[in-house]
Every structure is written in structure tokens, then in C-alpha cells.
């Protein structure tokens, strides 16, 4: 099997052209937008680029909006992105040469050529002033009866609740507003609702087939949730900046995606302008063949690692093939516990708490020549947070449980194997390194990991979250898990629960935001300890959430 390695180019300017106006067509340009430094920030849709537009039909420049760029996306020595000042000589002035723009411009003329068709092309340009072509990809243009459509710039009589942002998708759209909280929420957006986000994301491609417009106070229009939108017809406006502070939830509004209007209620004179989408992705070739392989990929069948038929033969997805190899493999590592000699090259951690761990030093993780380690030996940085936060509270006393709560420990111990029940209480263990754990935690009945970098690249930086199990009946565990998820998604991780198993990811935050992060979640594994057994009711729900939250974030 081979494997195709990409060299990244050693960026001073990367951008975008469109060989075409997708929303305005009529206007025959090119857009070219370009920053300093890696074009990767004009693609997320994080920063203002420089613009400049181009005739199709002379190649002349008509128009140059330039930037006040502050900072750049960088390569640095050791083949990471970083973040960097742009130089004080270098702001306010054009990313591109007219050279560079006019050569540009003959390069997507060429590929639209190539291809038949418009196109969005990601493009850098290195130190020597090399040009490079990343990639190339059919650019969707809205249908010229509807980007043309003269639309009044406002209708008299209606609330005005938004008047500002930029264009993605013109259109216009109608229907209750879903203010998203959370992205775990998207399950429950209802068919022809309006959905108003704080941020683009490219999961919101999961309802674009069910909305009939989006709102968010932040993103760019050359951004790929742009694109995706454009792609699905959705009548689009971002960067309004207020949107999901002035609209609230399930309110009436008029989307007027023409002029950059949010109306408040049904507004009759400009739902005559509204057009029936064209066929959207979903009716494509690409999205039908897609579908077709995700059969394959998507679906977990082997759950229940209890189960008789968990093993490699029942594996029908690469999703099984993952779920039963990483399964698998925490059996194994801990069985280490069983053998004789347990330590074979791992370091124990001193009694803290009932928490019998051990881990592997991966490299500077903690002090050189220590044989027990203590909290004060440990220099990995998200591990020492997170055994600062585990010892920051007591390790709380036997729950005491109810009858219905002990009778269903009994039944969890009744119906639970040797091998689980041997796993009860037993050794947790840990890799880590300078900026990196895994650590995976035993107690009790129930099982938990937390994985986490934290460097100075907050693109790099990453947690992740695992939960399962418990000794109480499944009512119980289940309001744990509720409790567990809520906290979770008030740090800002993405939340997912299938039956008692949680999983949680949260990505792109900075060195001390992870550091504080990990700490929130040592004390969490702390305070949820045998918390099922005595969450009898859901009115307890909210009153450990608020009783965790005021003590402890």
C-alpha cells in the first residue's frame, strides 16, 4: 500500500481565487483574496484577507480592498505552524504584486479551461516568489435569474432586528429561528427552520438540506461552510456579529440574504422572490456514491465488548475494525495489573487517593532518575494539571446509597464478568510526554480516559475525553452521564453519548486554556466518583451541575 506524502510550502502569501463572482456572476471577475503567510486562515475563514478583482474578459485589476493584517500563519524549524506578528513595514500593504495577481489570474483562466467549468483554486506563493497551485475544486455559482434578482433594499412596516454582515448565499429564507447552543443540538433542527450559530463550522452540512437559512455572527465568505452553503442553496449571512444575542430561539424572522436584513415575522413582499432550491448536493452523483461507501465506514456493530460475538470475524465496518482493535488493546495494557511484575518499564505513581496508576515516560515528562513518582515529580504539563486538579479536592467517602441504588450495584456486580469485575479498582495507567497524555482511569465500575496535548500552537492542541460504565442501575448512571455532559459543553467540548458510553473532543484552544481545562477535569473525576449511585431523581441533575460549576470552574 502506498503512502502519498505532500510537501507544505514555506508560505510568504497563500490564498484563494474564484474564477468567478459565485454570487454575482453578472459582474464577469475573478476574486483573488490572499494574506501573509499560510492561506489556511482565508480558507477557515478566520481573518480578513486582502481582496482584488479581476475582468474575465481583459485580465486587467478592477478593484484592490487591502487589510490591516496583524498577525500570519507561519512554518516554523520544526515543521509545525505557528502564529507571528506580521512586520510593522508589512502591514497595510498588498499581499501581491500586480505581476503575481495578473499571474494568478492567467493560472485559474487555464484550470477553468481544463476543467469546463468555474473554479475555487487555494494557491501559495513560497520565498522565491515560486507560485504554487494546491488545488482546484468546481466553484458553485448561484443561477444568474436568482443572483440577479432586484430585491428591495428594505420593506416598510416590519421590526428590523439585523441590518449588517456579508454574503455567502443570496436567497431568501423563512421560519423559526434555531439559536444553536451546542453542536450536539443540530439532532433536533426541525425541517425549514433558520439556524443562527456563533461561528461557521462545516458540521452544519449535517441540516443544510433542512434550512432555510443560516445566520452567524462570525465567518468568511470564501470559508468552507461558505462554499458548502452556496453548494446546498441555503440563503447565507455572516459576520453579523450580534445575531445570536438579537435573535432569540424559536422567534418568527424573514432572512433577506439580498441587502444583509433580518426581519422579525413572515414578510409576504420578499417571499415572492424566494425560489424553490435547485437539486442540492444530495441529488449528486459524488453525494450518492459517497453514501454508498459510508455504509462501510460508518456503523458500529460490535458494541458490547462483553458480548459473544465481539471478535474480528464479526467485524463489518472500519468502524469495527477500530472500535475492536482499540479494545483489544486496553484489555492488554491492563493486564499488565495480572502480571507478576507489573512495573516491567512503567513508573508507579505514588499513592494518590484510592488511584493505583503506573505510566510510561515517553520523554520529559517527569524528573530524570525518579522511581515513584509524586504530583511534584510530574513536568509533563497536561498531566501535572490534571493530578493538580485530582488532589485539589478529597477523594469522597463511600456513597451512601438507597436500597434501590444498592440493588442495582448487586445486579451490575451479578451480570458483569471476571475479567471487568477484576478491572474494578484496579491499575489505571498513563503515557506521557512534555505536552501529551493518555491516561486512563479504573474506578471502581466504571472506566474513564482523558488524552491531551498542550503546546504553544493552539492548533495542535487538543482534548479528548472518554467515559463508560458504573456500579448503580442504568437510570442512575445514565443522569451521571447528563451531569458529565453538561459540564463538558460548558468547557466548550462536542459532546457525544450513545447509551452509557460518552465521548467528548475539544480542539484549538490555547497552553494555559488546556492546562486549566485538564485541572477542571481531575477535580471532575474526583466529584463524580459513585455519584450514580445516589442520583435517584433529575432535580439532582442541575443541583450538583450548579454545586460543581460555582466550586470549581
Excluded at 504553544?456 to 451531569?483: I, P, Q
Aim: proline share 4%; glycine share 8%; net charge negative.
Amino acid at each position: 500500500m502506498a503512502v502519498g506524502i505532500l510537501r507544505m510550502v514555506d508560505a510568504k502569501t497563500g490564498g484563494v481565487v474564484y474564477t468567478m463572482d459565485p454570487n454575482s456572476p453578472e459582474k464577469d471577475i475573478k476574486i483573488i483574496n490572499a494574506v501573509r503567510g499560510l492561506g489556511k486562515a482565508v480558507v477557515d475563514g478566520v481573518m480578513e484577507p486582502d481582496y482584488y478583482s479581476i475582468s474575465r474578459k481583459t485580465g486587467g485589476i478592477l478593484e484592490k480592498r487591502i487589510t490591516q493584517q496583524q498577525v500570519m500563519l507561519v512554518c516554523n524549524q520544526e515543521g509545525d505552524i505557528e502564529e507571528r506578528n506580521v512586520p510593522e513595514e508589512m502591514k497595510g500593504k498588498p499581499c501581491l504584486t500586480d505581476e503575481q495577481i495578473k499571474a494568478l489570474s492567467e493560472y485559474a483562466s487555464a484550470l477553468e479551461s481544463y476543467y469546463g467549468g468555474p473554479q475555487d483554486i487555494e494557491w501559495s506563493i513560497d520565498y522565491d516568489d515560486q507560485i504554487y497551485i494546491l488545488q482546484s475544486r468546481p466553484l458553485k455559482i448561484m443561477e444568474v435569474e436568482r443572483a440577479t434578482m432586484k430585491v428591495p433594499m428594505r420593506v416598510e412596516g416590519y421590526n428590523l432586528l439585523l441590518q449588517r454582515g456579508v454574503i455567502a448565499c443570496k436567497g431568501i429564507g423563512y421560519g423559526k429561528a434555531f439559536v444553536l447552543k451546542n453542536e450536539a443540538a443540530l439532532k433536533d433542527f426541525p425541517e425549514g427552520a433558520v439556524l443562527v450559530v456563533r461561528q461557521t463550522s462545516t458540521r452544519y452540512v449535517t441540516v443544510m438540506n433542512k434550512a432555510a437559512a443560516i445566520i452567524a455572527d462570525v465567518g468568511g465568505v470564501t470559508g468552507h461552510m461558505a462554499s458548502l452553503a452556496r453548494e446546498y442553496g441555503v440563503p447565507t449571512i455572516l459576520d453579523t456579529e450580534s445575531a445570536t444575542t438579537m435573535i432569540t430561539d424559536g422567534q418568527v424572522i424573514t432572512v433577506d440574504a439580498y441587502n444583509c436584513n433580518v426581519y422579525e415575522g413572515r414578510v409576504n413582499e420578499l417571499l415572492e422572490y424566494s425560489s424553490k432550491k435547485k437539486d442540492s448536493f444530495k441529488n449528486t452523483r459524488l453525494f450518492k456514491k459517497l453514501e454508498e461507501a459510508l455504509k462501510w465506514i460508518v456503523p458500529l456493530n460490535l458494541i458490547d465488548p462483553e458480548d459473544k460475538n465481539f471478535r474480528p470475524e464479526q467485524c463489518k465496518t472500519f468502524h469495527d475494525i477500530t472500535r475492536f482493535a482499540h479494545e483489544e488493546a486496553m484489555t492488554e495494557m491492563f493486564l499488565i495489573g495480572k502480571a507478576q511484575d507489573s512495573g516491567g518499564g512503567t513508573i508507579p505513581l505514588g499513592k494518590e487517593g484510592p488511584l493505583d496508576a503506573h505510566f510510561i515516560d515517553m520523554g520529559g515528562g517527569v524528573k530524570e532518575g525518579v522511581k515513584v513518582a509524586g504530583s511534584e515529580d510530574i513536568l509533563s504539563i497536561p498531566f501535572a494539571a490534571f493530578l493538580k486538579g485530582l488532589l485539589s479536592i478529597p477523594w469522597p467517602a463511600p456513597r451512601p446509597a438507597d436500597a434501590i441504588g444498592l440493588l442495582g450495584m448487586m445486579a451490575t456486580a451479578a451480570t458483569t464478568s471476571e475479567s471487568v469485575l477484576y478491572g474494578a479498582g484496579q491499575l489505571s495507567f498513563a503515557l506521557i510526554a512534555t505536552n501529551y497524555m493518555n491516561f486512563s482511569i479504573r474506578l471502581g465500575y466504571h472506566f474513564s480516559m482523558v488524552e491531551a496535548y498542550a503546546g504553544e500552537d493552539r492548533n495542535d492542541n487538543y482534548m479528548k475525553y472518554f467515559f463508560k460504565g458504573g456500579g448503580a442501575a442504568v437510570d442512575r448512571r445514565l443522569r451521571r452521564l447528563r451531569l458529565i455532559t453538561e459540564i463538558l459543553e460548558r468547557l466548550g467540548f462536542r459532546v457525544t453519548v450513545t447509551e452509557d458510553v460518552l465521548s467528548a473532543v475539544l480542539t484549538k484552544y490555547k497552553q494555559a486554556d488546556i492546562e486549566k481545562k485538564c485541572e477542571i477535569l481531575g477535580k471532575l473525576t474526583v466529584f463524580t466518583k459513585q455519584l450514580d449511585l445516589i442520583m435517584y431523581n433529575d432535580t439532582l441533575i442541575d443541583q450538583r451541575i450548579e454545586e460543581f460549576v460555582k466550586e470549581h470552574f
